[in-house]
């Protein structure tokens, strides 16, 4: 059974471009979630889609956004970028939603220069 | 809102060490509770989880049991290996309501000497 799958593994923009990074989750699970992880502030939750509809939302701004397809893979974009959005994003893939174990990617490795 | 305390290290020990990690949790409701293991350069792994008071998880030699009196769930190893150095974050998610996320401690950075 084929894991969490992320892409691209790494990536290097300048600032003020975007991005766009992609998540395919395990199959049959519906729920997809993002996580950011830096140095100093460690894994912060970004969102989560269940069924293609976003559930619920961290404490990013707006330049951060979403959206998962009808087969569950999921993209993320980050509009606008800035050093400090330097950082791996992880996706994991869950099931069902409350309480259940999420699967992580090995996650995107994102330099803004 | 929900929290994850855990002790930050880094923490040093030598092969066949017992080792313990420090996790406590702040929830509103009665959290699902997880041990992730992170290698160099690679996403989270589950190590193990607990989702109800007392019950305990177990994998690769590591245990943890879910203290709902302390808000507890620490992460002891008999004998700790060299390939146990990793980072590791302890995680709670609210059982119950119309969100569901992660919500992580810092991570605790162990290194272990043959």
């Known amino acids: 059974k084929a894991g969490v799958t992320q892409t691209p593994r790494y990536l290097i923009k300048t600032r003020g471009q975007q991005v766009t990074l992609s998540c395919s989750p395990i199959?049959?699970?519906?729920?997809v979630s993002w996580y950011q992880q830096t140095p100093g502030q460690g894994l912060q939750f970004l969102f989560e889609?269940?069924?293609?509809?976003?559930?619920n939302k961290g404490n990013f701004p707006g330049r951060f956004s979403g959206r998962q397809f009808s087969n569950s893979r999921s993209e993320m974009n980050v509009s606008t970028l800035e050093l400090g959005d330097s950082a791996l994003y992880l996706c994991?893939?869950?099931?069902?939603?409350?309480?259940?174990?999420?699967?992580f990617g090995q996650g995107t490795r994102l330099t803004v220069v | 809102g929900n929290s994850v305390t855990q002790m930050e290290g880094p923490v040093t020990l030598s092969e066949e060490a017992f080792l313990t990690i420090n996790c406590t949790y702040t929830a509103t409701g009665y959290p699902s509770l997880f041990w992730y293991v992170q290698y160099p350069g690679e996403g989270l792994q589950l190590l193990l989880k607990?989702?109800?008071?007392?019950d305990k998880g177990s994998n690769k030699g590591f245990e943890a049991t879910y203290r709902k009196e302390t808000t507890s769930f620490h992460l002891e190893k008999g004998s700790v290996q060299v390939s146990d150095s990793a980072v590791y974050f302890c995680?709670?998610?609210?059982?119950?309501?119309?969100?569901?996320?992660?919500?992580f401690g810092k991570g605790t950075l162990l290194t272990v000497n043959p």
């Open positions: 995680a709670l998610s609210e059982q119950g309501g119309s969100n569901y996320k992660l919500t």
């Open positions: 994991a893939s869950s099931l069902g939603r409350v309480g259940t174990e999420a699967f």
């Open positions: 199959s049959g699970h519906r729920s």
């Open positions: 889609y269940f069924s293609e509809t976003q559930r």
């Open positions: 607990a989702t109800k008071a007392d």
